[in-house]
């Protein structure tokens, strides 16, 4: 049996420490599953701050519910290690992705199956200790996905860069049947977006980053056309290039910004769906939402169904596996840093 070791928040705004505990006992319908790995992901900086940035000074804070030493991570796959006495059909020893979007199970959204839109969630390294640590303790085996034969190093981040790239792009459907889709942002999730559209869509989707190293590495992974949002001159190539606008653009980024270009880039009845949650604020012309017939749509991660879909997708052999980097758990602050610093292309994995 190892140690259970945790790379722990332990003050908002202060680098993670490492911590230690008794190794958890599942009880009830709770399973134990030893990390093999966590993602690091753009969402655990916001945690780390305690707050995200709503524009000028406003901020929403995001420090109540949460008990200090806290364990961040949410991209988990792992082994089934132990199961409590009512945890039906585990099996020990089995490889699985951990699905963190755990909801209350008793409010409208849970019972509509939205555990991700839950207001009294148990997020799993949001709201309750998550996998940046040897252990994860999960409320119940229906939240365990196999992926055999996926790397662990894959499987962890489609649980989160995956699903919300997903999610994103099942809102863009039947838009995506009359145009090209623009991925905004090449981070994690954007990139994982990219694999996804070329696996949902019929023609490659075109991608828009203000980092030229990831504009490249999107070429390379079969992006139609690159864009750099931040050349004046971007709106206009965009609009030739599609003969008169978008109709399905995601936005990975969300800041103003971001926004800015996703929508002044729309055709008529045009929609973007925004995961990203950068942050500032922005301003529309509230005549032109009628006048263009546009929607703007927000969406949070994804369902449990969604996750075992693009679990599916995976192990079919559909998406192509985006860059990933794997570090050792010690790591975990430094990760995050260049993950802050806009250092990382693709996926950062914390292998334990
Ligand atoms: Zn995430
Ligand atoms: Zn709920």
């Not at 949070?300 to 879909?309: C, K, P, S």
Request: with cysteine.
């Amino acid at each position: 049996m190892s140690q259970f070791r945790r790379q722990s928040l332990v003050a908002y705004g202060e680098p993670l420490r490492e911590t230690f505990a008794d190794r958890p006992a599942p009880r009830g319908s709770e399973v134990l599953v030893r990390v093999a790995c966590c993602g690091v992901c753009h969402s655990d900086l916001h945690v780390q701050d305690g707050y995200f940035s709503l524009g000028g000074d406003r901020r929403l804070d995001i420090t109540k519910d949460r008990a200090l030493p806290f364990t961040l991570g949410h991209e988990i796959a792992g082994v089934i290690e132990a199961a409590g006495e009512s945890a039906e059909g585990v099996v020990l020893g089995r490889e699985v992705a951990v699905y963190p979007w755990i909801g209350c199970g008793a409010c409208a959204a849970c019972r509509a199956g939205e555990e991700n839109m839950c207001s009294a969630h148990r997020h799993l390294g949001v709201g309750a200790d998550g996998g940046f640590a040897t252990y994860v303790l999960v409320p119940h085996p229906r939240y365990l996905i196999d992926y055999a034969p996926l790397p662990a190093s894959f499987a962890g981040p489609l649980m989160c860069s995956g699903l919300t790239a997903y999610a994103a792009l099942s809102r863009l459907r039947s838009h995506a049947e009359r145009g090209p889709v623009l991925l905004v942002g090449l981070g994690g999730v954007g990139m994982m977006g990219l694999a996804l559209a070329r696996a949902l869509f019929r023609q490659p989707p075109l991608v828009a980053d203000i980092d030229p190293e990831k504009r490249q590495a999107a070429l390379a992974a079969g992006a139609a056309q690159a864009f750099d949002p931040a050349d004046p001159q971007a709106r206009r190539a965009v609009i030739a290039a599609t003969r008169g606008g978008l109709y399905a653009v995601c936005d990975f980024v969300g800041s103003d910004k971001s926004l800015e270009f996703a929508t002044g880039i729309l055709a008529r009845g045009g929609k973007v769906v925004v995961s990203g949650l950068l942050g500032g604020s922005f301003s529309f012309p509230a005549a032109m939402i009628a006048i263009k017939a546009i929607a703007i749509e927000g969406t949070l991660t994804g369902t449990l169904a969604q996750a075992r879909e693009v679990i599916a997708l995976a192990r079919s052999g559909q998406i192509a596996p985006i860059p990933t980097q794997a570090r050792p758990l010690d790591e975990a602050q430094a990760a995050l840093e260049d993950l802050r610093a806009g250092r990382v292309v693709g996926r950062t994995v914390l292998a334990i």
